[in-house]
């Protein structure tokens, strides 16, 4: 079966509609008509019969006796008839009592045809009436009986061919089919016009429903008329208005949910019941590597995270867990989130805990470290200082290189409190460098000077140069000092007696660049990233067998003095060869200012 639309279906009811209409109009128009023009023709021939009636009392008027009068009709009927016949529309006939034809000019077949109306008539005393087709032709037959004074003379019949009427029903037919057909179109368009200026309203209200099925809520229908479809497009428009501001409120609350949980520090994730991601975070990524996760088992090598998820469907109110994953040490909470009427939903937050542990664990090193470094010069005091007492020395060889030792100990211990000491502060946030514009040029022939008395006691030679004419540089006087008195001391303590040790300034663009340079043991490349850390010693021996050594906080003190004045540091040895350690500081500028991104 074919399935219409809407709109043929209005289309083809309306057309079904007027063709009916159509067809009651032709049929009750044809039959009118065709009514009309019978009854008319009815009439003119009955006049017809009383024309001849009074033509034939006419013409008898004063005859004696009634058979007068029927012998008169008789012999003059061809002229009754023709005269008649004259003024009457057909052909008349007129007959004798008998039913015998008196006039000529019938032709013989209605005649025949007349025979039957002639009995009729005479049986009932009456005119008859009858439409017959002769040669597809519609004729009237009538005959009455002609009478004067109650006697009757003979029968006046008449034929009447009604051709006319069918070629006038012809013509009203032909006229109302043109009409009708013109109707028909201008019908339909007006129709097809009316049913798609019903129709739209209904197609854009789909059209819009199916935009918003879309996800567009920003649509609008223009309808201008002020009626029952115009109300409808009104409510629809106002509808599709409110949920679009609904939405961009829902929007709205999202994007700021959104960038509440982007802005926070730990990972997120919120679940429902099925373990469905309902909120997550970019930390999933960076930690996981699981991008655009839809539910918890997304995370196929993540276990723990199904495990907490599991524990907390299983009601357990609060899950703690410490676990490794990429390199990173990972803290992750895990809370139900209850709220009355809602369902039950989860919360695991990730938290990374990597920088905290190594924090921690760099904290019990130094603290041990420090421990360590305390200890060892006090057991070697308090043990000389046991023996001294117990056994009452009385040696002065044995009593002076104890009270020498004695005393090495207690300067080491004060060296490794200062260095502690200069270390904490400068790790502390709240130390600033004060900066005061000094010669670099001054500070270093200052240093070297206060460095070769040390140099001397292993009879170490130490040379320096600098560039006349050196621009300034903003820095901590102090601080400076002692970053090169601690690599100046290095130098010395790694280089063999009797060496040299050159100091060179020299001015590069916008920068001054001071080497110390030692020609002494040298240090292993493999070291040399790790020697800046604190208590760092590449070896434990060897800095101690020199009497001096340190606690390994001479260099870390170097970088962190570097760095607090946009300084780099360079280091080239060569194991056997010696060491030329670089520090290279911004020169104040004209406008007094000086680089920032010096590193370390
Ligand atoms: P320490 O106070 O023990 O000297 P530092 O932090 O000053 O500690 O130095 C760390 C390590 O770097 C030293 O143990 C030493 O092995 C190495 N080092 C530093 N400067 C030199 C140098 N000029 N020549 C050879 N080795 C050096």
Not at 81 to 97: K, P, Q, T
Not at 329 to 356: A, F, K, V
């Amino acid at each position: 079966m074919i399935h219409l639309d809407y709109r043929s279906r209005m289309v083809l009811f309306n057309l079904l509609l007027y063709t009916v209409t159509f067809a009651l109009v032709v049929f009750f128009a044809v039959e009118g008509i065709w009514y009309s023009s019978v009854s008319n023709v009815k009439t003119n021939i009955e006049e017809s019969a009383v024309n001849t009636e009074l033509l034939v009392e006419q013409q008898t008027t004063g005859a004696a006796a009634v058979t007068d009068r029927i012998t008169w009709f008789s012999s003059n009927a061809q002229q009754v008839a023709e005269i008649i016949g004259g003024y009457s529309n057909g052909v008349v006939y007129l007959y004798s009592l008998d039913g015998t034809p008196l006039n000529r000019n019938a032709d013989t077949e209605p005649t025949n045809f007349l025979k039957a109306e002639y009995e009729k008539c005479a049986d009932s005393d009456r005119s008859v009436f009858s439409i017959r087709t002769i040669n597809g032709q519609d004729e009237l037959f009538f005959m009455t009986p002609l009478e004067f004074e109650n006697v009757r003379i003979g029968y006046y019949a008449n034929v009447y061919s009604l051709s006319y009427v069918s070629q006038l029903t012809n013509y009203v037919v032909i006229i109302l089919l043109i009409c009708g057909l013109a109707g028909l179109i201008i019908l339909t368009f007006l129709i097809i016009r009316f049913a798609n200026q019903f129709i739209q309203p209904i197609k854009d209200l789909t059209r819009i429903s199916k935009e918003i099925d879309n996800g567009n809520y920003n649509v609008v229908i223009q309808y201008k008329w002020d009626d029952e479809i115009g109300d409808l497009t009104e409510v629809y428009n106002q509808m599709t208005q409110n949920i679009n501001s609904v939405i961009m409120q829902l929007k709205g609350e999202r994007e700021r949910l959104g960038s509440v949980l982007a802005s926070l520090d730990d990972g997120l994730i919120a679940l429902d019941q099925e373990g469905n991601i309902t909120a997550s975070n970019s930390y999933l990524k960076t930690y996981f590597g699981v991008a655009n996760a839809k539910t918890i088992y997304d995370f196929t090598y993540q276990s723990f995270l199904r495990d907490i998820f599991d524990s907390l469907k299983r009601h357990q109110n609060y899950i703690s867990e410490e676990v490794e994953c990429n390199d990173r040490i990972l803290l992750l909470t895990g809370s139900p989130i209850r709220q009355p009427g809602l369902e039950e939903n989860y919360m695991i937050i990730i938290r990374n805990i990597t920088s905290t542990r190594r924090i921690e664990r760099e904290q019990q090193k130094f603290i041990s470290s420090v421990s360590h470094e305390l200890r060892t010069p006090l057991t070697t005091i308090i043990g000389y200082t046991d023996m001294l007492k117990r056994r009452n020395v009385q040696d002065p060889k044995l009593l002076e290189s104890s009270l020498a030792t004695i005393n090495r100990e207690g300067h080491r211990l004060v060296r490794l409190v200062d260095d502690l000491l200069s270390a904490s502060r400068l790790d502390n946030l709240e130390f600033s460098v004060r900066r005061t514009t000094i010669s670099l040029d001054v500070l270093l022939h200052d240093v070297v000077d206060q460095m070769r008395v040390k140099g001397w006691q292993k009879e170490i030679e130490i040379t320096y140069k600098s560039e006349p004419d050196l621009p300034l540089i903003l820095g901590d006087y102090d601080r400076l000092s002692q970053m090169f008195i601690n690599i100046l001391h290095n130098a010395i303590k790694y280089s063999d007696k009797g060496g040299i040790i050159d100091v060179i300034l020299t001015g590069e663009d916008g920068w001054l660049a001071a080497s110390i340079r030692d020609y002494g043991t040298g240090i292993d490349p493999a070291q040399k990233d790790m020697i800046f850390s604190a208590f760092y010693r590449v070896e434990e021996d060897r800095a101690r067998s020199e009497g001096e050594g340190g606690a390994g906080l001479g260099l870390y003190l170097v970088k962190q003095i570097a760095e607090k004045h946009n300084g780099r540091i360079t280091i080239d040895s060569k194991v056997g060869e010696g060491t030329n350690v670089t520090i290279r500081l911004p020169v104040l500028e004209a406008d007094g200012t000086q680089k920032e991104n010096g590193n370390a």
